[in-house]
């Protein structure tokens, strides 16, 4: 059989138009496809308020916890197999819940679970209304863009639905084994003395301007501070010299024994009576500049108990530790006795100093 000419166009011609009807068609169907594709809410809106109970179970973990939220609207776990009780952080299940009643989706007829992961989900959470309805979403795999998470939906057996929401849902499974306890501040460390060794660290005499020395049981007191030309003065001396100035080069010695007081051991009690130290013999508190213009002064203190059963140790208390060390009995004895014999320059050191003084001024006046 042979074609002509006008056979051969007529076939083309026809070739084209079905061409042309099957793509119509195929764009069709498309459209009627999106337009069947309706994003609907999931479970209708609702407040947080009318949950009274909230679970999450992560089947891949093995971990559920279920929340239950009382009356004034305060939120606690009600069971959980994380063994981990306690406050939680009431702001997490409101989102989580808040998320969860907000959902909206997509869905579509099938019957074949396991292409979307759902003959056996991932995640089941279920809810609880105050009217006793129960809501139950069953979580399968993520869709190919990973964006939206397949599931199903309370007893809805022909249906699969395709949430749009999956890195919320993510956060929201994370419940199941991770609940929101509220962590208990971290305490502050208690200090600890560091022994033997110095009580006091970086001491810095020459900072210091204030030197309080109480013997607590007589009331008798060296209380020295330093003027503004940075030399000591008596402020409140019980055993004072009238008339006499304070030696600057024995207070620099006194302070320099204070700073390197050296402690023997530091022992921790109970009670503070069989060593003297629940009402001190003696007070010593040295206050000192701080080197940042706009921080408080530093301020160390000691209180001073009784002797040990040998005599040479003595037993004292530093402020701000806990534990009481033990001091030589001789080294503190140097300190404690300034308070009967305070650090005065002699008298006659002084007359000779002043007539020195004199002398060189006549000398400089009657001078040519």
Do not use: H
């Not at 195929?26 to 809410?41: A, C, Y």
């Not at 200090?191 to 013997?215: C, H, K, T, W």
């Not at 530093?298 to 060390?325: H, K, M, W």
């Amino acid at each position: 059989m042979r074609f002509n000419r006008n056979t051969g166009l007529f076939l083309v011609i026809s070739l084209g138009v079905i061409l042309l009807a099957v793509l119509f068609l195929s764009k069709q169907s498309e459209t009627d496809s999106t337009e069947d594709v309706t994003v609907r809410p999931l479970f209708g809106g609702g407040n947080v308020t009318d949950i009274i109970s909230f679970s999450v179970r992560d089947e891949v973990a093995g971990m559920e916890t279920v929340y239950a939220q009382q009356a004034d609207g305060s939120w606690s776990i009600d069971s959980t197999t994380t063994g981990k009780l306690g406050p939680i952080t009431q702001g997490t299940i409101d989102n989580a819940v808040a998320t969860l009643l907000a959902l909206q989706s997509e869905q579509f007829a099938s019957d074949k679970r396991a292409d979307f992961g759902l003959d056996t989900p991932n995640a089941v959470i279920r809810f609880t209304t105050k009217a006793g309805d129960e809501n139950v979403l069953q979580l399968g795999n993520r869709n190919p863009a990973g964006t939206s998470r397949y599931a199903l939906v309370n007893e809805d057996a022909a249906n699969v639905y395709l949430i749009n929401a999956s890195t919320q849902l993510d956060t929201i499974v994370t419940l199941a084994g991770s609940p929101p306890i509220v962590l208990p501040p971290t305490p502050t460390p208690v200090p600890v003395l560091q022994l033997p060794g110095p009580l006091f660290n970086q001491f810095d005499p020459y900072s210091v301007a204030r030197i309080e020395m109480i013997d607590n049981k007589t009331d008798a007191k060296l209380i020295l501070v330093r003027d503004a030309t940075t030399n000591w003065v008596a402020e409140d001396v019980t055993n004072t010299v009238p008339g006499a100035a304070i030696d600057n080069t024995m207070v620099t010695v006194m302070l320099n024994a204070f700073g390197f007081l050296q402690g023997t051991t530091a022992i921790t009690v109970s009670d503070l009576a069989p060593l003297g130290l629940d009402e001190p013999a003696y007070t010593i508190i040295i206050t000192a500049e701080n080197i940042s213009a706009t921080a408080a002064p530093i301020t160390y203190r000691i209180d001073v108990g009784n002797p040990d059963a040998s005599g040479a140790l003595t037993y004292v208390r530093v402020a701000g530790f806990s534990e009481v060390a033990t001091v030589l009995t001789r080294e503190l004895k140097l300190l404690l006795d300034m308070i009967a014999t305070p650090p005065y320059l002699p008298l006659a050191t002084q007359e000779a100093t002043g007539e020195a003084a004199a002398d060189a001024t006549a000398e400089a006046t009657t001078a040519p």
